[in-house]
């Protein structure tokens, strides 16, 4: 994003204005900087900056604690050149994963029942949506490739093409919590349950344990 790119902090896509952390526990942060610098992290709901040592690959990671849920809030990084991310809500942070049934959008080639007047009334400016686009790898990755740029207010311009089960989702917990609530979907319509698992727990199965080691080795 243009954020990252004028900064010698550079965060992964994940991180953003508009995104949503989760309340009351230990945020993870990470990306990359100068080897031998040191990234601090100053959220503007706390007096206290957490500092991060940059190792000689130009990773590193951090902790940040989070208050209860509330927000806009800022998070400043800097190590010596600053990097800003705004109206950063805390709240409930949910992933939204699976095949078709999760990936069908409130418009789009789903369109569920009343669409059109559903899109009309996402106006839910405390719920987050961010998309992951499909990517796949065989092993985990630092970075996501984003939809629609990142984390957005959930309104009657970034609803149509989300994740129905995932809105409706949110909009659910948002109206009995009273809280933020961040929606992140990252679904693949006709994709095998087994390639959502990690190879540890394939290994373990008579049927792919062969082709596991296979990628290992290769």
């Not at 050149?81 to 078709?100: A, K, N, Y």
């Not at 790898?137 to 939809?147: F, I, K, M």
């Not at 959930?154 to 149509?160: E, K, R």
């Not at 994740?163 to 609530?181: N, T």
Request: charged share 20%; net charge neutral.
């Amino acid at each position: 994003t243009a954020l990252t790119m004028q900064a010698k902090v550079v965060l992964p896509g994940i991180f953003g204005d508009n995104m949503v952390l989760q309340q009351q526990s230990e945020a993870q942060f990470w990306g990359k900087a100068a080897p031998g610098k040191k990234v601090t992290i100053r959220p503007s709901w706390s007096t206290q900056g957490i500092t991060a040592n940059v190792g000689k690959d130009g990773r590193w990671r951090a902790a940040v604690p989070t208050p209860e849920a509330g927000g806009p809030y800022t998070i400043e990084l800097s190590d010596g050149e600053r990097l800003t991310l705004r109206d950063v809500l805390i709240g409930e942070v949910w992933i939204c994963s699976g095949q078709s049934n999760m990936e069908m959008p409130v418009g789009g080639w789903g369109r569920v029942r009343d669409y059109a007047r559903e899109i009309e009334s996402a106006d839910w400016p405390r719920i987050r949506l961010f998309g992951v686009k499909r990517v796949s790898s065989l092993a985990p990755r630092e970075d996501v490739q984003v939809v629609g740029g990142g984390w957005q207010p959930c309104s009657p311009q970034t609803v149509p093409d989300f994740s129905a089960a995932g809105y409706f989702f949110a909009r659910e917990l948002h109206k009995a919590l009273g809280v933020p609530v961040g929606v992140i979907n990252t679904s693949w319509g006709g994709t095998m349950a087994e390639s959502w698992m990690s190879p540890e727990a394939l290994a373990t199965h008579s049927d792919f344990a062969e082709r596991v080691e296979q990628v290992r080795s290769a």
